[in-house]
């Protein structure tokens, strides 16, 4: 069970942080495990849970734009910039 979406992404355990992904439709990568993809409709996001922040890239039309995101963010916060798009 997750803590309310109010929460900042570090006080999500790891187990949390994945189980937030998978219910948001995002497929961990076979070779990282701290890599995930989540397919929107229009881009697909490419999500890394680095040391000290939460790294997303959007891919869309062959381009990339990237942003990184403190994990002292609240998890719906996060979720919505994600949604939104570059």
Known sequence: MLPPSTTPLNRHSLNGLESWLRQLGAQRSDDDR????WVLSGW???ILLAQ?????TWLKD???TSCCFSYGLSRSDVEAAIKQGP
């Open 44 to 46: 697909t996001n490419e």
């Open 62 to 64: 062959g381009q990339s």
């Open 52 to 56: 000290d922040e939460l790294r997303v």
């Open 34 to 37: 701290c890599r995930w993809t």
